[in-house]
């Protein structure tokens, strides 16, 4: 998959579930769960134990899925999550070597920030898009918006603080798409999960962001 398709695939879903999860088995269930929902996409985060395995079983399982890594530190890092597979690459701050790695080996990429500053860095490196975490603490839907009036050219992913019910508000404020973690995998109720639950909540989100999209776009 070319980066162009993946950045579309991004765009298009409006979610991205991020899961940070305590055993390489329950990252792997989560994914596939949310996968089989409609949401083609996963964030592993490099704090899940055996990330790079998952990432790897899961190109190679689910081609068709995006899958990413999250919490990429260090250039070393990436480059063992590109060989896993991965087709994304993200963190929850700005670490420009990692942006321009990405750059060099034509993988979409999207950094944290949390200030206009780290935004305005984080978009002149080259990044597709621009990752505002924590969302919540920061002010929430109003923060997007705030950042959307004088960067409207910043596709902005809004992460930390997105439920079910601030993820219209997030869309509606001009957000491009959403990271979500707990609130879509809970790690703490993972083991006593089952699938239909994880999908139903899939479909929450996906309806949410469908509608909130309609509402701004006039439709």
Not at 175 to 181: C, D, F, S, V
Request: with cysteine; proline share 7%.
């Amino acid at each position: 998959m070319k980066k162009a398709e993946v950045r579309a695939r991004i765009q298009e879903t409006g979610i991205i579930p991020g899961i940070r999860v305590a055993t390489p088995e329950h990252a792997r269930f989560a994914a596939e769960a949310v996968n089989r929902s409609g949401i083609p996409i996963a964030e592993i985060t490099m704090t899940v134990p055996g990330a790079l395995d998952v990432i790897a079983h899961l190109a190679h399982s689910l081609p068709e899925m995006v899958v990413g890594a999250g919490t990429v530190l260090d250039i070393e890092t990436a480059s063992r999550c590109l060989e896993a597979g991965a087709k994304f690459l993200t963190s929850t701050g700005l670490v420009p070597e990692v942006v321009e790695f990405a750059l060099k080996n034509d993988v979409v990429v999207f950094p944290g920030a949390m200030t206009p500053t780290d935004l305005i860095a984080g978009w002149k490196l080259g990044a597709d898009f621009i990752k505002i975490y924590p969302c919540g603490p920061l002010g929430g839907p109003n923060y997007i918006r705030a950042l959307k009036l004088p960067f409207p050219q910043v596709p902005l992913i809004a992460t930390g603080g997105v439920n079910q019910r601030t993820a219209g508000d997030f869309i509606l404020n001009g957000a491009t798409a959403l990271g979500i973690g707990s609130e879509l995998i809970n790690p703490e109720g993972l083991p006593l999960m089952k699938e239909e639950q994880i999908r139903e909540l899939a479909r929450r989100y996906l309806k949410i962001v469908k509608a909130a999209r309609a509402q701004r776009d006039g439709r």
